[in-house]
């Protein structure tokens, strides 16, 4: 049956503005950084600084996506409406580069601008563990190589820790930020450790 002309204007309108009115009810998505919370204060840079190229970092692959994503026992949740501004893996790489060249006043040259005959300390991490429990802590744990360039001088490291957190998943998110942090000075703190001896151990 044909509708009338102001019926049908009717009920486009009345399809409208129940659409419009679903929008607004739903929730917005809410985005996260891992960047931001520093340890320590950065390190003004003496004589040359240290040039720094940091590889994709290699993780879980559940948690290379912009989701957080939770442990619930032997199950994983992906929070859809919470996210990173990026990918995890590109967040948390972001995150610890920017960590360690503001701590070391070291020089990111992982996309180019280097000079030929300049040594670079280039660095490979890997996440084996970032395990987050909602309202109560997020289990991590690392392994990272670095070599320089130009001579053999390099280390392996491994790095275990966990940070307690509030409750509500914001709270997840800036335990997390605090838990980058701690990598990236611990990141730094080995890189320093190797430039000055070559002989050197991974910090305890």
């Given at each position: 049956?044909?509708l009338?002309p102001?019926?049908?204007a009717?009920a486009?309108?009345?399809?409208?503005s129940?659409?419009?009115?679903?929008c607004?009810?739903?929730?917005?998505?809410?985005y996260?950084s891992l960047?931001g919370?520093q340890s320590?204060?950065p390190?003004?840079p003496?004589g040359?600084?240290?040039l720094?190229?940091?590889?994709?970092l290699?993780v879980?692959?559940?948690?290379?996506?912009?989701q957080l994503?939770?442990?619930?026992?032997?199950?994983?949740?992906?929070?859809d409406?919470?996210r990173w501004?990026?990918?995890f893996d590109?967040e948390?790489?972001d995150?610890?580069t920017?960590?360690?060249t503001s701590?070391?006043?070291a020089?990111d040259?992982?996309?180019?601008g280097r000079?030929?005959?300049?040594?670079?300390y280039?660095?490979a991490?890997q996440?084996?563990?970032?395990?987050?429990?909602?309202?109560?802590?997020?289990?991590?744990?690392m392994?990272w190589?670095?070599r320089?360039s130009d001579?053999?001088r390099?280390l392996?490291c491994?790095w275990?820790q966990s940070?307690?957190v509030?409750?509500?998943v914001?709270?997840l998110?800036?335990?997390a930020?605090?838990l980058?942090a701690r990598a990236?000075q611990?990141?730094?703190?080995t890189?320093?450790?190797?430039?000055a001896?070559?002989?050197?151990?991974?910090?305890?």
């Amino acid at each position: 049956m044909k509708l009338p002309p102001s019926s049908a204007a009717l009920a486009i309108t009345l399809v409208i503005s129940a659409g419009l009115a679903a929008c607004a009810a739903s929730p917005a998505v809410q985005y996260y950084s891992l960047s931001g919370a520093q340890s320590s204060p950065p390190t003004a840079p003496s004589g040359t600084p240290l040039l720094l190229e940091m590889a994709p970092l290699a993780v879980p692959e559940r948690l290379a996506r912009p989701q957080l994503v939770l442990r619930q026992g032997t199950q994983m949740q992906v929070l859809d409406l919470h996210r990173w501004s990026a990918a995890f893996d590109r967040e948390l790489r972001d995150a610890l580069t920017s960590g360690i060249t503001s701590r070391l006043g070291a020089v990111d040259v992982s996309s180019g601008g280097r000079l030929a005959g300049q040594p670079v300390y280039r660095v490979a991490v890997q996440v084996r563990q970032w395990d987050a429990v909602e309202n109560s802590r997020i289990d991590s744990s690392m392994s990272w190589t670095i070599r320089r360039s130009d001579d053999s001088r390099n280390l392996a490291c491994q790095w275990t820790q966990s940070e307690a957190v509030g409750p509500g998943v914001p709270a997840l998110a800036q335990g997390a930020q605090k838990l980058a942090a701690r990598a990236a000075q611990s990141l730094a703190d080995t890189l320093a450790a190797l430039d000055a001896d070559p002989a050197a151990r991974c910090p305890g």
